[in-house]
């Protein structure tokens, strides 16, 4: 079990290369939504998104207790740039399996953390099978974008900082000391959503964690219920960071930690997403609109509550946006 | 001639109903442009842009003075949505004179703000027109959008922030502590140009004010070389805030406090502008990527410099972006 002081651990040792992400606030959208929402903005984190926090969490240790003289992962997004920007931090040589239907504008982002890319097919199983390899042939060592304690360790962090900053005594002003009732993060493996129940658990404890999910990458709302990790029944939406599936890891944590698994379909998502850019002028990408989009779909859920979003990320192609 | 004073109790005049913008800066910006970059986001003001500034500055002023029952003016950009908010911080009825081609959501945020639209053909005598029958029909007093030294005052403490918080030694940290080099503003009528010339004259007079304006709409050259106020050959730009020509008041402050105007293209305009979307994750709008396009054409001439920009608003239509 990843316990608080592994959490703080965790925040010492990435402090010093992560970004303190500002906890950001809108009238108008409190107003649609009938709510209090507190939004911790980590598409202003380095490489753009929340996953720079596990990755650096997992490859400073890596570093601490000599594990290995090279990093490697499968990833088509956010974790690839997560990986190649901390090991270049400790200057570990990092190679990203990527599959070759990748954006190109993602495997720039790889290069020019200073990774190598090696392409793949588009299938689990290739994407596997190519980070096989690089570990025979470099020695590198596997981090895995959420089934990995060290990384939902990081990711717990983010959370930490928003309670830190708008939910409790310690660091807020009067205002801000009111602790939230609600937490929202999206889910996609789980690795966020994860260390946002665990940090809530250990700061807030009075705080409900719900979890959020695109209706077309429905499988934490079917695992939640059956408790085993269950394959989503089909895989069709904008929010492409969260397609993934579970681990037997990340669904014990949620099972233990999470309320409820609420889900939301594009058009809820593409609204909320619009709402964040046009209202609050940051750039977010889609799977950080869905808490949000939950909560203005169940507004009598969490009507007059002080609620906490978790905006993962702000990499987006500029070019293919749903409006 | 505006004052220090002037500024100084525009600024405690408006403080209550205003945001103290972030200042913000991005490595990645800083490594291309050669140069260390301080934007001040006025993207995330009331209203979503610096003309909340002037048009409060003005209209409590009308209050004080007991100028008059209700406010007009003609616009269709933020200095519209500037009036309909003031005037209702005051509690005055606001008339907004607005072409019949000016887009739906611009009507529609004037209306939100609870002022009445006025419909005109969309030329400048009948927008004057306009103007002219409401100040008859209802007692009214004109908000000029930049022709009037309350407006300027207000625009000026933008600029009065953005060095308190990062160009001198009272607020700042050691490193901010530095002055400014160069500070760049967009310039359209001038009202902001010439509160950011202002400002920078009396509080960090070591700090050269550059203008940047559209090849579309290139009179702010024109006057400026010329001396008297002349009109763009043409109007063609994306940067639809910054069409306007000079009035004599503005010219008279730019020539005397501002050492250049340089031009850019459209092409570089929508470069800047995605670069900042991509990079800082922050919504803009078309004008306020015209300082930084100056910036990064004309590399050798701030080589190396402290840089201040005025990010001047994020009121963009998502669904007709240039790129």
Known sequence: MISFDTICEAHDRIRPYIHRTPVLTNQTINDLAGASLFFKCENFQKIGAFKARGGLNAILQVVQ???????TTHSSGNHAQAVAFAARQVGLPAYIVMPRTAPK???EAV?????EVIECEPTLEAREAGVREVMERTGAVLVHPFDDDRVIAGQATATKELIEDAGMEKYGSEHQAIPFDTILAPVGGGGLLSGTALATHYLSPGTRVIAAEPEGAADAVLSFRTGRVEKAPFINTIADGLMTTLSERTLAIIRTHVADVLTVSDAEISGAM????????????????????????????????????IITGGNVDLGKLPF
Chains 1, 2 share one sequence.
């Open 274 to 309: 619009r709402l964040v850019w046009e209202r609050m002028k940051i750039v977010i990408e889609p799977s950080s609109a869905v808490p949000l989009a939950a909560v203005l779909k169940h507004k009598d859920q969490f009507a007059g509550q002080k609620i906490g979003i």
């Open 105 to 107: 504008v993602k495997k």
């Open 65 to 71: 207790h000599q594990e290995g003289q090279a990093i």
């Open 111 to 115: 290069l020019g953390y200073g990774a």
